[in-house]
């Protein structure tokens, strides 16, 4: 079976494992008393919530100033629940909107309530199916997440991971071999990180800082499975080959590197096209170098020296590019983010490393 092209990373929001930036805004008194006026004795009235009186502030503050080395040292803004929730009034509990509060907040309480507005929405049930908090509810979730998206191949290797971890290493291959004819990786990232950039906007964040809270504030959950299933699958190589069972082992190196390959051609973070390139590797490595494994016709060999060379780049840029970043002006800094949403993050990298 062919082995997919790998192209260009998809369109991203942010860097990351490079050496990424944040503008991060002074806390700043949310809530102001409101003034006191004048009135005639009369029934009190109701006191409004700070959800109901933020989406009323006229200009909030607007929050600047983290610097490169807070951002490394873990320093990332947050918004509390008042905030989220003036977010969520202001723009609509939309799915993505919910989906993003619930990443903010770290609350499945949000996710709940969209999977009961629309729970066919493949976004809502692979959010439960990453985050549940019962193996049984993350099962549900991802039977549902497959039903609702038969297409992407997320699914399988979600149902793969959960067969690996049960111990039915046959289910996790009948998904693994589903895999192959779904070529479509959709993990819904970029759309949640665009509704958690809309929140830290109307919190007051200035654009870029908005952007860079929302990507840093994301955690990559669907990674680790992806990690998993190739640890797994990979053991199930190393069995096939010790019993010397290549015909079994033949269709795990495809598996794994279609995997690998998947994450680097549709993953939208810089993160993603580590991940995918380690993990497509690990299995061109167990191979001749000169069987044919890459796109274009390549061997194996050659398909290597292709991917040290991505990983030589990245490494090469990332100092250069953490300098450029802390002494860009707000100009350039907007460019940068400009070029992340438009072209991709190493894209983006290149071009700030670039200018003089």
């Known amino acids: 079976m062919p082995l997919r092209r790998v192209a260009q990373i998809a369109v991203v929001l942010g860097l990351l494992a490079a050496g990424v930036w944040v503008v991060r805004g002074k806390k700043w008194e949310a809530f102001r008393k409101p003034t006191e006026v004048a009135a005639k004795p009369a029934p009190a009235i109701k006191p409004r919530?700070?959800?109901?009186?933020?989406?009323?502030?006229?200009?909030?503050?607007?929050?600047?100033?983290?610097?490169?080395?807070?951002?490394?040292?873990?320093?990332?803004?947050?918004?509390?629940?008042?905030?989220?929730?003036?977010?969520?009034?202001?723009?609509?509990?939309?799915?993505?909107?919910?989906?993003?509060?619930?990443?903010?907040?770290?609350?499945?309480g949000f996710v709940r309530e969209a999977a009961k507005a629309d729970p066919k929405d493949p976004a809502i049930?692979?959010?439960?199916?990453?985050?549940?908090?019962?193996?049984?509810?993350?099962?549900?979730?991802?039977?549902?997440?497959?039903?609702?998206?038969?297409?992407?191949?997320?699914?399988?290797?979600?149902?793969?991971?959960?067969a690996f971890a049960a111990g039915d290493a046959g289910a996790a291959g009948l998904a693994l071999a589903q895999s192959l004819d779904n070529p479509l990786y959709a993990d819904y990232t970029q759309q949640i990180v665009a509704g958690s950039e809309q929140a830290f906007l109307d919190a007051g964040y200035e654009p870029a800082a908005a952007a860079s809270a929302a990507m840093f504030s994301f955690t990559y959950d669907h990674l680790q499975?992806?990690?998993?299933?190739?640890?797994?699958?990979?053991?199930?190589?190393?069995?096939?080959?010790?019993?010397?069972?290549?015909?079994?082992?033949?269709?795990?190196?495809?598996?794994?590197?279609?995997?690998?390959?998947?994450?680097?051609?549709?993953?939208?973070?810089?993160?993603?096209?580590?991940?995918?390139?380690?993990?497509?590797?690990?299995?061109?490595?167990?191979?001749?170098?000169?069987?044919?494994?890459?796109?274009?016709?390549?061997?194996?060999?050659?398909r290597l020296d292709t991917l040290d060379a991505r990983l030589l780049e990245i490494r090469t840029l990332a100092p250069a590019f953490g300098e450029k970043l802390a002494a860009a002006d707000a100009a350039t800094q907007s460019q940068y983010v400009a070029k992340l949403k438009s072209e991709g993050e190493?894209?983006?990298?290149?071009?700030l490393v670039g200018q003089k």
């Open 125 to 162: 049930q692979l959010e439960l199916a990453l985050r549940g908090e019962t193996p049984e509810e993350k099962s549900a979730a991802i039977a549902a997440f497959r039903a609702a998206a038969p297409g992407n191949s997320l699914g399988d290797y979600l149902a793969a991971h959960q």
């Open 346 to 351: 190493l894209a983006a990298m290149r071009w």
């Open 49 to 108: 919530s700070a959800a109901d009186i933020i989406p009323q502030l006229k200009g909030p503050p607007k929050r600047t100033g983290v610097t490169i080395k807070e951002l490394l040292e873990g320093k990332v803004p947050k918004l509390n629940q008042l905030e989220v929730e003036a977010f969520l009034k202001n723009q609509g509990r939309s799915t993505m909107n919910l989906l993003a509060a619930s990443r903010l907040l770290n609350d499945l």
């Open 225 to 302: 499975s992806a990690r998993d299933v190739s640890d797994n699958l990979k053991q199930l190589q190393d069995e096939f080959i010790r019993t010397a069972d290549f015909d079994a082992a033949e269709p795990t190196v495809i598996i794994g590197v279609t995997l690998g390959q998947r994450l680097q051609e549709q993953g939208p973070y810089l993160i993603d096209l580590l991940t995918g390139i380690v993990i497509e590797k690990k299995f061109l490595q167990q191979l001749d170098p000169l069987t044919q494994a890459g796109p274009g016709g390549q061997t194996a060999g050659e």
